[in-house]
T-cell receptor, first 114, second 112 residues
Framework: DAGVIQSPRHEVTEMGQEVTLRCKPI?????LFWYRQTMMRGLELLIY????????DSGMPEDRFSAKMPNASFSTLKIQPSEPRDSAVYFC????????????FGSGTRLTVV | AQTVTQSQPEMSVQEAETVTLSCTYD???????LFWYKQPPSRQMILVIR??????QNATENRFSVNFQKAAKSFSLKISDSQLGDAAMYFC?????????FGQGTRLTINP
């Protein structure tokens, strides 16, 4: 298996633009998570899905952030409009069995908003 | 709320020596899972080891082992025979209700 695949690896955008981050989980995994990593706040859970259904989005910072999972093999995290404070590394992760064996993470997207 | 505390922002060790990274957590639950993740400069988050709270035996994976003290809510990671490739950020994490909560991390430097 190729693992969790995220794209793009790096994204630089101007303030006010829409940004879409993409994730392909491991086939057969039924949970998908989006995390954000910053120096100040560390790793924060933004939202997670079970069987393509959003379960907990309490970590989404504000309405500018949205996430979808239209099928078991694809998810997106969208920021519209983007702001400089959104600059961070965004990770996608997937798991089986409610994460009891841990999550498998993608390699992350480094987002820079200028 | 569950919190995870890593009190050592940075640690360093000589190659081939042993180092222990500390982690404490706060929970009112009796059944839970704990993990250590490694994040090298490549940015990839890599699972190092996991511990099930109901198991008294400490988990071991090759050169990596944990010292799990449930009553003290302590979960330290021991790396034996440190290698240059062990240099990374190490994160302790607590799992409950499918959600992983991470500590702030410890940056480990390996001195040749």
């Amino acid at each position: 298996d190729a693992g969790v695949i995220q794209s793009p690896r790096h994204e630089v955008t101007e303030m006010g633009q829409e940004v879409t981050l993409r994730c392909k989980p491991i086939s057969g995994h039924d949970y998908l998570f989006w995390y954000r990593q910053t120096m100040m706040r560390g790793l924060e859970l933004l939202i997670y899905f079970n069987n393509n259904v959003p379960i907990d989005d309490s970590g989404m910072p504000e309405d500018r952030f949205s996430a979808k999972m239209p099928n078991a093999s694809f998810s997106t995290l969208k920021i519209q409009p983007s702001e400089p404070r959104d600059s961070a590394v965004y990770f996608c992760a997937s798991s089986l069995r409610r994460g009891l064996r841990g999550y498998t993470f993608g390699s992350g997207t480094r987002l820079t908003v200028v | 709320a569950q919190t995870v505390t890593q009190s050592q922002p940075e640690m360093s060790v000589q190659e081939a020596e042993t180092v222990t990274l500390s982690c404490t957590y706060d929970t009112s639950e009796s059944d839970y899972y704990l993990f250590w993740y490694k994040q090298p400069p490549s940015r990839q988050m890599i699972l190092v080891i996991r511990q099930e709270a109901y198991k008294q035996q400490n988990a071991t994976e090759n050169r990596f082992s944990v010292n799990f003290q449930k009553a003290a809510k302590s979960f330290s990671l021991k790396i034996s025979d440190s290698q240059l490739g062990d240099a990374a950020m190490y994160f302790c994490a607590y799992l409950r209700a499918q959600k992983l909560v991470f500590g702030q991390g410890t940056r480990l430097t390996i001195n040749p």
